[in-house]
């Protein structure tokens, strides 16, 4: 049993098993993720976890240190590519947002100072049904606040709401799907 929102679609399903609301602390990985979040804003995620390789290669791997130094020609060349989402304010935000990652890096530990916000440990809820599922918490609320307070663009509650559901801190599986514990 998995969660039905995964469909029928293999690479979905292969996100929702392999993925999908695992704990992650690696600082790239959820550097990535957020990046990934905010291009999905708007968007369904299906969409940008078939693009994320293209991602990938678009934005150099997600190397923040890469990423805070584009100029106005790599934003030119990242608008033209076809195999992203090109929005200029998305990119924008990207920019500023590798540069925000960088400067908390340099302050400790982000994979820390995200999981701080939710005690350090997974947040395990008992959803019935997908309909149980909030667009955002006030966890999403405190932490969007956070973000932005370091700096942060284009992250919204309901956009961190994802990323914490993608990244383990929220436990949203249905407790009816197998990947629940």
């Known amino acids: ?32 993720f957020l990046i990934l979040e905010t291009f999905q804003a708007g968007l369904s995620w299906r969409t940008i976890l078939h693009k994320r390789e293209a991602f990938r290669q678009a934005l150099d791997n997600f190397d923040a240190a890469k990423i805070a130094r584009y100029g106005e020609d790599k934003i030119q060349a990242l608008l033209t590519d076809t195999g992203i989402i090109r929005n200029r304010s998305k990119i ?3 920019i500023n947002n590798a540069q925000a990652y960088l400067q908390l890096r340099e302050q400790g530990s982000f994979a820390e100072w995200l999981w701080q916000h939710v005690d350090g440990k997974t947040q395990h809820n008992q959803r019935q049904s997908v309909a149980d599922i909030p667009v955002y918490t006030p966890a999403a609320e405190a932490l969007t606040t956070s973000l932005k307070k370091a700096g942060f663009k284009f992250v919204g509650p309901a956009t961190v709401y994802a990323f914490m559901q993608a990244t383990g801190m929220v436990n949203d599986h249905l407790v009816s799907c197998d990947f629940y514990e």
């Not at 929102?5 to 550097?31: A, N, S, V």
């Open 1 to 32: 049993m998995r969660c039905p929102w995964c469909g029928e679609d293999p690479l979905y399903i292969r996100y929702h098993d392999e993925e999908w609301g695992r704990p992650l602390y690696d600082e790239d990985k959820l550097f990535e």
């Open 92 to 94: 924008l935000a990207t």
